[in-house]
């Protein structure tokens, strides 16, 4: 019994330890790196201060002081940095803004972590979630079960899971969406439109691509078309419409 129970503890562990290898393996072949524009938007400035602290990325208005915040939970593979053109913009508005580095860069490992990012900033009165791809479905999770801890949820190409329908809540829900040139989301994101509110906005991004959430290098993400609009062009209409979305905010 005894060998038995030493072999069984042997195997898990092994089978921990393979699992640990190929995660960490797989995030770094597949990671999208941040480009030089994405870096160069974590240079702080008279404007706005850049700290990383830990696995948060902090960025916060230096000439005042933030009510509303603005947390940020990335797509799978991707480097929190990538995002920083827009959560500049954001932080630039007005607003304090945490991007979170997730496990294995899968916010799927980490869904609560918006609850410490509450905790450590407790002068903040308000707060929206945001994600993007797997990020945002892990926005939705934490969203739909934190409701009352939360002012909007804003989701950059993706949707809540069904297991986590946000169809009956009055929790203020923007979707910033890759469309077609005539405005069109994606047919998966038709299908899912019954897991958001029914007075959810709904925001084109047309000719968008899923990773020009960001700027990235690399990245494991299989488009469904080519651009039609510019990596910058379409930053510049996400950060819009997510200052939208933060204004929506009860």
């Not at 929790?171 to 890759?178: A, E, F, G, N, T």
Request: with cysteine.
């Amino acid at each position: 019994m005894k060998k038995v129970l030493i072999v069984t503890v042997g195997i898990a562990a092994a089978v921990v330890v393979l699992l640990y290898g190929y995660l960490t393996w797989s995030a770094d072949k597949n990671r999208a790196r941040p480009t030089e524009v994405a870096m160069a938007a974590l240079e702080p400035s008279a404007d706005v201060s850049v700290e990383q602290q830990d696995d948060w990325l902090v960025m916060r208005p230096q000439n005042q002081t933030p009510t509303t915040g603005l947390i940020v939970y990335p797509g799978a593979y991707c480097d929190i940095r990538g995002y920083a053109p827009v959560l500049r913009a954001v932080a630039e508005a007005g607003y304090l803004v945490i991007g979170v580095s997730m496990p294995f860069d899968f916010a799927i490992f980490a869904p609560g972590s918006a609850d410490d990012v509450r905790e450590a900033f407790p002068e903040i009165d308000r707060w929206v979630i945001a994600g993007h791809s797997m990020g945002g479905a892990m926005a939705g999770v934490y969203a739909e079960q934190n409701q009352d801890n939360l002012a909007g949820l804003i989701l950059w190409d993706a949707y809540p899971p069904e297991s986590n329908s946000l169809a009956d809540s009055s929790l203020p829900v923007m979707h910033i969406h890759r469309a077609t040139l005539e405005g069109a989301p994606p047919e998966k994101f038709e299908v899912m439109r019954g897991l958001f509110p029914a007075d959810s906005v709904w925001v084109p991004v047309p000719g968008g691509l899923h990773l020009y959430y960001g700027s990235f290098n690399g990245g494991a993400y299989d488009e469904q078309w080519s651009p039609k609009i510019s990596e910058q062009e379409q930053l510049d209409m996400v950060a819009a419409a997510t200052l939208e979305g933060l204004k929506m905010a009860r």
